[in-house]
């Protein structure tokens, strides 16, 4: 708005015909038309023609343009008013743009004076600036070696890396050229090294010393304090760790500090395999200091060795502290892998651990038998190994097998040579032990079958090599007893034979006694065998502590008939002292050979029983040919199988001596009652008859002699039966007796009874058998001949048949009519038959 209070309108804006308007024009097209004849014409005549239309035109123009001014001469005043208006107004606008204009080139030009000032100023001011950031840069840098030095005391890595780093890019880059900083250069690099060294110490410690020591103050803590102040390392250890140990996850954390703070000094070119070659230093230095803290809590010197407990002791204390070094090895290889992309750490680790364990490191007696204690440990780190270094053999195990097949093996079998060898040679094998029923040879063989089982479960990777070596021990034991129980039962006299060796006791002229020869044939033994009598023996735990005499009547009876059956006629006709074993000592001995083989039997089997089930199945599949006495193979069995088919052989041995002292007893029992079918004098005043008191002296002997060998129920095999086989003796051999008198009677009667109460003092039994031959004898003193077919019906269920005919003759033999008389004997045999018969259709 103007100060006069007018308010500007906006011009309107001309209007411009289109262009069919101004086609249709007629004087904008007549002007064209004319001015077109006025240039183009060519006659003088015609242009003035034209100039006098064109005048006359505008005389018109000029008319009618008076006319209109004229008619509208109120609206052309004010338009030219306002026309001056605006135009002054246009003029006074242009004057103050104009100084406006002015004015801004003024400020244009001091602004650009202005602006080389500043830009003058700002120069200054960057160089100033930079200057004095160079001088700040400088000064950092001349306190980097200190800084450096400071940040490692506190272990504070990762800060010293990144300032190494960063000196490093300034002498490198902005402050390349600054002159003089060459000696600084090389200090920073001194303090890089220091602290590359520091950190690989730390890592070192934190892989390898700390894991060790973790464990070895365990140990400390156990040892008195007293000890302990007395070593340097252990007072070193108990200062150290004074506050307690670091947990694992501090540990890990520093761990992953020390790597990068490795990774930021070194970048790509951190040398990791000297901080390998450190370790494996360090873990050869730890199992140093391992072994001498163990020998300070084993209170081990030079004065008291180790043994191999403590070996085992510290092959476990070692087992841990690498599994312990491993774990740390394991999170540290993963960063190596992460920020070097190296994956050897762990496969470095247990290649230096292998080679330090093969080290030399004593702390007890060297010997070949340390490994096996130490085996076990030694596999499981193995196998850790070969698991860690995808390397089967590892070098740790291709040690041990050179170790054991090439040295340790061939010990071992040497050795046990030598010592069985020891244990059976001359007498040793025979030797009885005066206060054991086992002998020791017998003991010493097994020891030596248990120190195998004990190498064959330690070192179970070679149970097949050990088992071998098992198997010739029992073979060469089963060999020496076959000969042992061959020279003490010879079956013929040998002929042509070459002088006894001297220092063998056994070895002496023997004759062969009846008790071996039927031990020796197959049939008789395999016929004894089978009897109820040595079916109880066998299996002695399930027979009844207490048996009836019905009870151990039938369990003799069989064998009493084919004794009798067998050794009747025989010992009448050719029994002589020479067929009987009269040394006491052979019976001991044979008692002794027989428990000692049953026994090691037994624990053989128990120490196969006793092999874990890996071993088992490994010697299952080991099949081996084993060459025996006199040609005698075992071929192609398992390992278990061959032993056991060695034990069943020695207890094999070990039946026939038992039975051997079974069928000997009962041998003396027919020769010292045979002679008593003869003829006596009947004037003898003798309680009883000599060979009574002679059988049961030694029956005594034998008694006596086997008692303290021959456990309960073998005790029982020998002697249970005797007083069945004694009455059925008496009975047997009546059938040879000529005629008895009276006295003869009654003192076949004391016989008996005497047999009877020599017998039960030993057998803590009334042997009742034995009442049946009393009975049989009494008989003939309360009857004659036909007294005794009277009571034959009341008897029968006594006697058999074949006993009755033997009563019924010896009664005809001792009457003194009938005796004379022809066909009397044979006329009572057939009224006894007729009862018999009578009896049995009843």
């Known amino acids: 708005m103007s100060e006069n209070g007018y308010t500007p309108v906006a011009a309107a804006r001309r209007h411009r015909p289109t262009p069919t308007e101004r086609s249709g024009s007629n004087e904008t097209g007549l002007l064209i038309n004319v001015i ?343 596999s499981r780190l193995m196998e850790t190994a070969e698991k860690n270094i995808n390397d089967s053999p590892c070098e740790l195990r291709r040690f041990m097998h050179s170790f054991v097949m090439e040295v340790f093996v061939e010990r071992v079998k040497g050795e046990l040579a030598t010592r069985i060898e020891g244990a059976l040679k001359g007498g040793e094998a025979v030797r009885v032990s005066t206060n054991k029923k086992i002998l020791p040879s017998c003991e010493k063989v097994l020891t030596l079958c248990k120190e195998v089982h004990d190498l064959i479960v330690s070192i179970d990777l070679y149970a097949d090599r050990f088992a071998a070596l098992w198997l010739l021990v029992l073979t060469d034991y089963f060999k020496n007893m076959t000969d042992v129980y061959e020279r003490m039962t010879p079956i013929a006299a040998v002929s042509g034979s070459a002088d006894p060796v001297p220092s063998d006791p056994l070895v002496t002229t023997r004759r062969p006694k009846l008790s071996s020869a039927w031990t020796a044939d197959d049939d008789i033994s395999r016929l004894l065998m089978s009897l109820p009598n040595w079916h109880a023996a066998s299996i002695s735990p399930t027979t009844p502590a207490v048996e009836s005499e019905q009870d151990v009547g039938e369990r003799n009876k069989r064998e009493s008939e084919i004794l009798i059956g067998n050794l009747g006629t025989q010992a009448q006709n050719r029994l002589s002292e020479s067929d009987l074993i009269t040394d006491m000592n052979d019976i001991k001995m044979f008692a002794s050979l027989h428990e000692s083989l049953r026994w090691f039997s037994d624990e053989i089997r128990e120490l196969v029983h006793s092999l874990p089930a890996n071993v088992k199945m490994m010697l299952d599949t080991c099949m081996v040919q084993v060459r025996l006495k006199d040609g005698q193979m075992i071929d192609n069995k398992s390992v278990p199988s061959a032993i056991e088919d060695c034990v069943r052989r020695l207890e094999s041995i070990a039946d026939s001596c038992l039975l051997l002292l079974h069928i ?148 005809v033999r001792s009457d003194k009519t009938l005796a004379s008389q022809h066909g009397a004997l044979e006329k009572r045999q057939m009224i006894l038959n007729s009862v018999l018969n009578s009896i049995q259709k009843s």
């Not at 951190?270 to 370790?279: A, E, H, P, S």
């Open 36 to 378: 077109r004849s006025l240039t183009s014409s060519v006659s003088e005549d015609q242009r003035e023609v034209e100039k006098s239309r064109l005048e006359k035109g505008f005389k018109e123009s000029g008319a009618l343009i008076d006319r209109l001014v004229k008619n509208h001469q109120q609206d052309v005043e004010e338009c030219l008013v306002s026309f001056r208006d605006v135009s002054a107004k246009i003029s006074n606008c242009r004057e103050r743009i104009h100084n406006v204009r002015n004015a801004l080139h003024t400020v244009k030009s001091l602004l650009e004076l202005r602006r080389d000032d500043l830009k003058k100023l700002w120069h200054e001011n960057a160089q100033q600036k930079s200057v004095c950031e160079i001088m700040a840069k400088l000064e950092e840098l001349r306190e980097a070696p200190s800084k450096i030095e400071a940040l490692i005391a506190k272990e504070q890595y990762q800060q010293a890396a990144d300032t190494v780093t960063e000196s490093r890019q300034l002498i490198n880059g902005r402050l390349s050229r600054v002159e003089g900083l060459s000696q600084l250069a090389a200090e920073i690099e001194r303090f890089a090294k220091v602290l590359i060294e520091k950190i690989n110490d730390t890592l070192v410690n934190m892989l390898v010393v700390e894991p060790f020591e973790k464990h070895l103050m365990h140990i400390i803590r156990t040892i008195p304090e007293q000890r302990v102040q007395q070593n340097s390392y252990c007072l070193s250890l108990v200062s150290k760790y004074r506050h307690g140990l670091l947990s694992d996850s501090s540990s890990k954390l520093r761990i992953v500090a020390s790597v990068e703070a490795l990774s930021t000094l070194e970048e790509r070119n951190w040398d990791i395999d000297r901080l390998m070659m450190l370790c494996k230093n360090m873990i050869d230095k730890m199992i140093v200091n391992t072994v001498q803290v163990m020998k300070i809590g084993a209170n081990i010197d030079e004065a008291n060795e180790g043994d191999t407990t403590h070996l085992k002791q510290l092959m476990q204390l070692l087992s841990a502290q690498l599994d312990s070094a491993s774990q740390q090895h394991r999170e540290f290889g993963e960063l190596v892998e992460k920020l070097f992309g190296r994956n050897d750490v762990v496969t470095s680790f247990w290649r230096s651990a292998q080679s330090a364990v093969e080290t030399k490191a004593v702390i007890c007696k060297p010997s070949a038998y340390n490994i096996k204690v130490i085996f076990p440990i030694l």
């Open 664 to 811: 000997e007893i009962r041998v003396h029992c027919f020769f010292h009652l045979a002679p008593l079918a003869k003829y006596r004098n009947p004037s003898s005043q003798d309680e009883v008859d000599p060979e009574v008191v002679a059988l049961g002296r030694d029956l005594q002997l034998f008694h006596d002699n086997l008692k303290d060998v021959l456990s309960a129920s073998k005790i029982a095999y020998v002697f249970d039966g005797l007083g069945h086989l004694c009455a059925s003796i008496f009975i047997h051999l009546s059938q040879f007796m000529p005629r008895l008198t009276e006295s003869g009677k009654k003192r076949v009667c004391r016989n008996v009874w005497g047999v009877q109460q020599r017998l039960s003092r030993i057998t803590n039994r009334r042997e009742a058998d034995l009442d049946k031959a009393r009975a049989f004898f009494d008989l003939l003193l309360d009857n004659n001949p036909d007294g005794i077919l009277a009571i034959i019906p009341e008897k029968r269920s006594q006697f058999t048949a074949t006993e009755l005919n033997y009563l019924l003759a010896l009664s």
